[in-house]
């Protein structure tokens, strides 16, 4: 009865099934596979972002060196250190350590909102002080503030739903209720954000030349 | 599961700031491509490049997917990447577009 069990959890092969095919929990699983879904939808702005870019004459190019470009690196060392905060996070978790879990997550909600603060000024400077909406902009170029809005929009709403996801994280690491894989989970989550912007960046601000 | 795990604890804190380091300097490499206005098509093809690589390290060290079970990777990956590819079919169409601009 015992090896029988025994055997179903533990598969002979690494396709055999059994009650843990990948040897991972559940949460960790479902985070991944919808990672993957995300994934394909930012891929999909990424391209029509590109093609439009491509296929529209005279696309605007409002993101120059400086200040443009250097704000942009400046949120991508922001969210690049958040992510280093939130491994950090997981491996003081993996460790035992909960007081110091709870300090490195507190760092990367720190790193996020920054990074949302920053991402507000230049939206605010480009709608304000440039005039570009969704819907129109100096250039007579409606597509661009459609794409920019749609693409970066969406991954803020990513930055913030994860800023307060990290804050539940925090909140229950400190009251001893959540197990480190609780925190991976939501270091999974955290990466996959600074991960996308990892294309924006480059994308959207550095190719800002004419082609 | 427990080897997973372990693995990826017994990961040392300081293989993840390289990793950031690493992150790091490939971003100031892009941003220097952008200053120096290099030419179209090298520029889009060390941008994206740098881009998967800091993508690949970011999924394999920080999201502890090097340290998973490799079917993990197999049963994600491929079609993601596969997916991802077929996206690019519109692109010709968006090539000939540009073609027709007027000049």
Redesign the interface.
């Known amino acids: 009865m015992a090896e029988a069990r025994s055997e179903t959890l533990v598969p002979a092969s ?2 055999g099934g059994g009650a ?6 559940s949460k960790k699983l479902g985070m ?2 919808f990672i ?1 879904s995300d ?2 939808t930012f ?2 702005l990424l ?1 029509a972002y ?3 870019r ?2 529209t ?1 005279n696309w605007p190019t409002p993101f120059h ?1 400086s200040p443009s ?2 704000f942009a ?1 400046l949120m ?2 922001v969210l ?2 958040s ?2 905060t ?3 996070g997981v ?1 003081a978790m ?2 035992g350590h909960r007081r110091r879990a709870v300090g490195w997550i507190l760092a990367t909600m720190a790193g996020g909102a920054a990074f949302v603060i920053l991402h507000a000024t230049e939206w605010r400077h480009l709608i304000v002080d440039e005039g570009v909406t969704p819907f129109s902009n100096p250039w007579n170029e409606p597509l661009f503030g459609a794409t920019f809005f749609a693409l970066t929009g969406l991954h803020m709403t990513h930055v913030i739903v994860g800023v307060l996801y990290l804050g539940v994280i925090a909140i229950g690491v400190g009251r001893g209720k959540f197990k480190p894989e609780d925190v ?1 989970v939501s ?2 989550y955290w ?2 954000v ?2 996308v912007w ?2 924006i ?3 959207v ?5 004419h ?1 | 599961m427990q080897a997973h795990s372990e693995q990826a604890i017994a990961v040392t804190a300081k293989t993840f700031v390289w990793v950031w380091v690493a992150l790091l300097a490939m971003t100031v490499v892009e941003v220097l491509l952008a200053y120096f206005h290099v030419p179209l098509l090298l520029m889009l093809t060390a941008l994206m490049g740098l881009s998967v690589i800091k993508g690949a390290l970011i999924i394999a060290y920080f999201m502890h997917l090097k340290f998973e079970r490799f079917s993990l990777f197999l049963t994600l990956f491929p079609m993601l990447i596969f997916c991802i590819l077929l996206l690019f079919i519109f692109m010709p169409d968006s090539f000939r577009l540009m073609e027709l601009r007027p000049r």
Not at chain 1, 205 to 209: E, I
Request: glycine share 2%.
């Open positions: 690494a396709w843990s095919p990948f040897a991972m929990n991944w596979l993957i994934a394909l891929s999909a391209v590109t093609y439009l491509l296929a004459p060196f470009i250097l690196s991508t060392f690049l250190s992510s280093l939130m491994v950090m491996h993996n460790h991976e270091g999974l990466h996959f600074d991960l990892m294309f960046f480059p994308l601000y550095l190719m800002s030349v082609i």
